[in-house]
């Protein structure tokens, strides 16, 4: 069964699709957006070798003209060359205002298929079908584009939302162990955050979604889809609730920044950690009973994640050097530090303006060196 999950966005409204099957029947999905009948498929090196013929095929199935660009896989392409060499690329196709590209992959090449759209020609329409779960559940829905700099990730980019969005969980199959946890370290944020129910649910049947079972995968790919899709609505350019998306993230980018965004600890493993400590941090603060940390940091392991700083490789981290990353985070406004914390698993809040010396000692209480 395909659920159709809509975005609410007025002109810019589109609809995400979830269900299995997608990629193989793309071309009836996508058809209907490409007038010229013609599209260019943006993937990786691992996503297009294993799966771009199959995508290809389809939209050929369909009378559309498939051209493929293939970047590298790895971060290393979310980059101003990254950047330009896509756009060259695409400008060496002729592609023109009325054309669509297809962003194929991971959250790397939606990132950048996306901005690379939003700025073609000052702006071409894309669409997103994202081949991991963590790009499924949270960065192909919500039209944030983005690359790297030297100075920290995603700091260049672009609001620009995709005209559809085709999530085919049959290719989750071949996603490996580690990536499927990052992907559900986002899937569970959405419980603890917004819908305390949805988290009891996983805390039942994350192990089956873990295990690629197509109800259970279907169930949580399709309610965390459903909540950013209402939260995009309501707040599209993060004024407000969408910064509730971003629980566990302040936390999560010092820990990647002290462990260099890397193998050691990926991007979801660092939200799960992240997202226990912010649950600790607001039981700390005396807002939040630690019951529900400690039911945060047990769901967290039990799929294998980080449930705090102390399952994080290369513990302990230096508290100082903890805050100082949290200072440069893109939520920190005139050196003011905002933290997404929570009332209880299923209602987080934005607390602005959090006292640094409390940080501090939140830190050290965890483990972080003075
Ligand atoms: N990944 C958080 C957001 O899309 O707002």
Known sequence: MIQTIPVGLGARSYDVLVGPGLIDRAGEHIAPFLPARRTTIVTDSNVGAHHGERLAVSLEQADVAVDVITVPAGEESKSFAGLADLSDRLLALELDRGDVIIAFGGGVVGDLAGFAASIYKRGIDFIQVPTSLLAQVDSSVGGKTAIDTSRGKNLIGAFHQPRLVLADLDILATLPDREMACGYAEVIKYGMLGDETFFAWLETNGADVLARDTAALAQ???????????????????????????????????????????????????????????????????????????????????????????????????????????????????????????????????????????????????????
């Open 220 to 370: 949580a790919v399709g309610r965390s889809v459903e909540m950013k899709a209402e939260i995009v609505a309501e707040d599209e350019t993060e004024k407000g609730r969408r910064a509730l998306l971003n629980l566990g993230h302040t936390f999560a980018h010092a820990l990647e920044a002290e462990t260099g965004y890397g193998e050691t600890l990926k991007h979801g493993e660092a939200v799960a950690a992240g997202c226990g400590l912010a649950f600790r941090f607001s039981v700390a603060l005396g807002h939040c009973p630690p019951a529900d940390a400690d039911r945060v940091a047990r769901a967290l392991k039990a799929a294998g994640l980080p449930g705090g700083m102390a399952d994080v490789p290369g513990y302990p981290f230096n508290a100082d050097r903890l805050i100082h990353h949290m200072a440069q985070d893109k939520k920190a406004q005139a050196g003011a530090l905002t933290f997404i914390l929570a009332r209880r698993i299923g209602e987080a809040f934005t607390a602005k303006g959090v006292d640094p010396d409390a940080l501090r000692q939140f830190l050290i209480t965890e483990g972080a060196l003075p």
